[in-house]
């Protein structure tokens, strides 16, 4: 049940989920090309992650996130740790800048670069999940599927069907939630016909999901079916043009956090891509140094 | 088999922000072959009540004992569960949902053969609840998908009574039948009871079947049980005010008071009641 609240939307009234969803989308895409810009030297680059990492935590519980469930998410990723280590340390790192760490019978050597390149990665994905997280957890899906037509808008002069794209998106939303309760309720009912989903063989288990499977399918057929009608019967058409419920605003607020954002995620972008990251940091602190 | 149930306290989702206390200390006792039926509002907690009966549900407070089976909130100690599901058949509302099979015999087949129970003797039990449904062997080979609404659901009744449990419980059974398919059911479920001697609980909104077929008639109100008796008692005491549905032959009786013909309302159980005191008044009148 935990897992499946995991990124789920949860309705708190704070500065993050008042933003707009468009808003929020483009500094998404923003924050995480600067997750993804590597500075000159590993230990620059996870510091700035660690400070990325610190930032972002505030930011979780601004907007109400739970902890509990992201930390059980992170841990769920163990092994995924343990493979990134284990490969980051026996591949040879030839790096001139390498500090070795233990040399085994003097042929091969593992560097602390790899562990701290490791690290790095592992911390990476980390601040990715937490922006997913901080976006999914205070938009409601709606929000982001009306936001996401609004940036496919543009595409509709190559006939590209936006709508109807968007249009399925918050339908597969919608139904989400709906086909998870349904999977709760077969399962109980073939838990009462004695099927045991936790243990068993492989075969017995592959019996267990195929009860599960089939009538989920049967049902989502069904209901897919009668939506369709439902749609058709109330007058739905695709092509023609509709008008919204809900709109989406672009406020004050919006304006404010992008222009924070953006350069920030602009001047960091510069620093990596340039290479001199190390010589304006200097001077950057020269000058605090200095008052 | 007995059921004690004694203090049940349920909390959907406990400790997250969708926490939703179903149940609120709940107490029951159920003879061994009896019928009882669930009566209340929708969100009263009735399915998850009966959730527990078999294990499906572990309780957040307080204990459900089935025989010798003790449910309680620690896990771990609730052992025997899949033994329990073997004696408590739990039948969940539309429950021609949870057919997956190719063929209607080895859709029911398959429950027993869960419980270790060799193919052929699967299949032996499984015709026996095909018939016992009132579906003949030209149904046995059938695809379950192909079946209309009604012999889906006797399909999936079938397959729950070839667990020969104990008990039998029913959550909503005739939601969405037509008439005749109500009332095929329901004496299927009576045939159960007064042959085999099994213990029936049902879950039901149809207040006229309710008192038809239950002995004992427990009222859910938001999560708790706040009347239980005999179904002509209940009703009554429910007569005076609108928070019950009540059987037609009781909402009759009482447009006919409110015309001036004030019969013994304790003295009728059935409609054959209701036609008896009224043709008695009609022969009392013509003189
Ligand atoms: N799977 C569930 N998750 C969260 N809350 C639930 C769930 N099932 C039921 N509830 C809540 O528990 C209460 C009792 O529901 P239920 O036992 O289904 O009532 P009934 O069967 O009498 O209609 C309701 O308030 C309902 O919203
Ligand atoms: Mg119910």
Redo the contacts with the bound molecule.
């Keep these: 049940m935990d897992s499946i609240s995991f990124g789920r939307y949860v309705n708190y009234d704070s500065f993050i989920h008042r933003l707009d969803a468009r808003n929020k989308i483009l500094l998404l895409i923003a924050l995480m090309i600067m997750i993804f810009m590597p500075f000159s030297t590993w230990s620059t680059s996870l510091i700035f992650s660690l400070l990325y990492f610190i930032i972002l935590m505030i930011l979780m519980g601004v907007s109400h996130c739970s902890f509990k469930s992201f930390f059980k998410g992170i841990l769920s990723m163990w092994f995924l740790l343990l493979f990134l280590i284990i490969m980051f340390i026996f591949i040879p790192n030839p790096s001139l800048s390498s500090v070795p760490l233990y040399t085994f019978n003097e042929s091969y050597t593992i560097y602390w670069d790899g562990i701290y390149q490791a690290a790095y990665i592992f911390l990476r994905l980390i601040l990715m999940m937490s922006l997913t997280l901080i976006l999914t957890s205070t938009t409601k899906p709606l929000d982001l599927t009306y936001a996401l037509e609004w940036y496919m808008y543009p595409l509709n002069i190559i006939n590209f069907p936006s709508h109807t794209i968007a249009m399925m998106i918050s339908i597969a939303l919608r139904f989400i939630p709906t086909i998870l ?1 349904e999977a ?1 309720r077969i399962m109980k009912a073939q838990e009462s016909r004695g099927v045991d989903f936790s243990r068993g063989g492989l075969f017995k288990k592959v019996k267990a999901i195929i009860s599960l499977i089939i009538p989920l399918f049967v049902s989502a057929f069904d209901r897919s079916q009668q939506l369709s009608d439902a749609m058709e019967a109330r007058g739905y058409d695709p092509n023609s043009k509709r008008s919204r419920y809900r709109k989406l605003k672009f406020h004050l607020k919006d304006l404010i956090s992008a222009l924070i954002i953006l350069p920030i995620v602009a001047f960091i972008m510069y620093l990596s891509i340039a290479q001199n990251d190390l010589d304006i940091i200097y001077t950057l602190f020269k000058v605090e140094v200095g008052f | 088999m007995p059921i004690d149930v004694t203090n049940l306290t ?1 909390i ?2 406990k400790k997250t922000p ?1 926490q ?4 609120k200390g709940v107490n029951f006792h159920i003879d061994d072959n009896d019928f009882v039926a ?1 009566i ?12 527990h009966l078999n294990g499906l549900l572990t309780p957040s407070d307080g204990t459900v004992k089935v025989d010798e089976f003790l449910l309680t909130n620690n896990k771990k100690k609730n052992k025997n569960i899949g033994k329990l599901r073997k004696h408590v058949g739990v039948v969940f ?1 539309f429950p021609e949902y949870q057919l997956f099979e190719e063929t209607v015999e080895e859709d029911v087949a398959f429950g027993p053969k869960n419980f270790n129970i060799s193919k052929e003797e699967a299949l032996i039990k499984a015709h026996k609840a095909l018939l016992d449904v009132g579906l003949n062997e030209s149904y046995f080979l059938r695809s379950p998908f192909e079946l209309s609404g009604g012999e889906k659901r006797r399909v999936a009744i079938a397959g729950i009574l070839a667990l020969e449990p104990d008990i039998l419980v029913l ?2 059974p005739t939601a969405g039948l037509d008439n005749e398919g109500r009332d095929v059911i329901m004496s299927l479920f009576e045939k159960i009871h007064l042959e085999q001697h099994k213990t029936i609980i049902l ?1 039901s909104h149809d207040m006229d079947l309710v008192n038809k077929y239950a002995k004992k008639v427990f009222v ?1 109100d938001d ?1 708790k049980i706040v009347a239980y008796g005999k179904p002509k008692d209940i009703f009554l005491s429910y007569l005076g005010h609108g928070d019950l549905e009540i059987p037609q032959i009781y909402a009759f009786c009482r447009l006919l008071k409110e015309k001036g013909i004030d019969l013994d309302v304790n003295k009728i159980e059935n409609i054959d009641d209701l036609i008896d005191q009224i043709d008695e008044r009609i022969q009392i009148k013509n003189g």
């Design positions: 309760d709760k | 349920y959907y989702f969708f939703a206390d179903a149940l669930f209340g509002a929708t969100g009263s907690g009735k399915s998850t009540i009966i959730q509302q959550d909503e879950v859910v999560g």
